[in-house]
Antibody, heavy 120, light 112 residues
């Protein structure tokens, strides 16, 4: 059974940093693309970043480019390093599995989300 | 700046049929945009229903179907059930100025 468990969210001041983790089980992370999607309170979904299988090429939304870094490691875990955080980065962050090694085709499984609050 | 547009809200009667659409500001939506459809109920994590235009996941009820319609991606729900009341988001792949996925603003489907 595929499961995605996010952790690492919390309260951080503007300009601060936070690292989200997504522990994957039921499949081998390196064989699939993975994504981070966020949802600000009361708002819609926003794709944040994606990475090809095996920790390959990474892609970012313009709103986070240069501040966020997506990565994976050999422990079947996906990460999102978030630097220079802004109030508008406040959201629930979801870890989302891709359907194949590349970013194409689409997505299937979602985690339950991790809340990040950026506030002074 | 590419924008993906959906109907903000739609209302359907139980047992009826409704079609939600998804348009791109760059032009016609094609299979090359790999349209996905995602359902989200209040207080829950999203759930993907459709991928690559018209493919269903194992958990997707048969009454949901995806297609391309008049230059847009479309999600049709036939024989709507009360539990289908939810927010629906389309997701399109774009490879213009950098590879990326873009969500539409969502359609609030009310079953009344």
């Amino acid at each position: 059974e595929v499961q995605l468990l996010e952790s690492g969210g919390g309260l951080v001041q503007p300009g601060g940093s936070l690292r989200l983790s997504c522990e994957a089980s039921g499949f081998t992370l390196s064989s699939y693309a993975m994504n981070w999607v966020r949802q600000a309170p009361g708002k819609g979904l926003e794709w944040v970043s994606g990475i090809r299988g095996g920790g390959g090429d990474a892609f970012y939304a313009d709103s986070v480019k240069g501040r966020f870094t997506i990565s994976t490691d050999n422990s079947n875990t996906l990460y999102l390093q978030m630097n220079s955080l802004r109030v508008e980065d406040t959201a629930v962050y979801y870890c989302v599995k891709g359907l194949q090694w590349g970013l194409l085709l689409g997505i299937d499984y979602w985690g339950q989300g991790s809340l990040v609050t950026v506030s002074s | 700046q590419t924008v993906v547009t959906q109907e903000p809200s739609l209302t359907v009667s139980p047992g009826g049929t409704v079609t939600l659409t998804c348009a791109s500001s760059t032009g016609a939506v094609t299979s090359g945009n790999y349209p996905n459809w995602i359902q989200q109920k209040p207080g829950q994590a999203p759930r993907t229903l459709i991928y690559f235009t018209n493919n269903k996941h194992s958990w997707t009820p048969a009454r949901f179907s995806g297609s391309l319609l008049g230059g847009k991606a479309a999600l049709t729900v036939s024989g709507v059930q009360p539990e289908d009341e939810a927010e629906y988001y389309c997701l399109l792949f774009h490879d213009g100025d950098g590879l990326r996925w873009l969500f539409g603003g969502g359609t609030k489907l009310t079953v009344l």
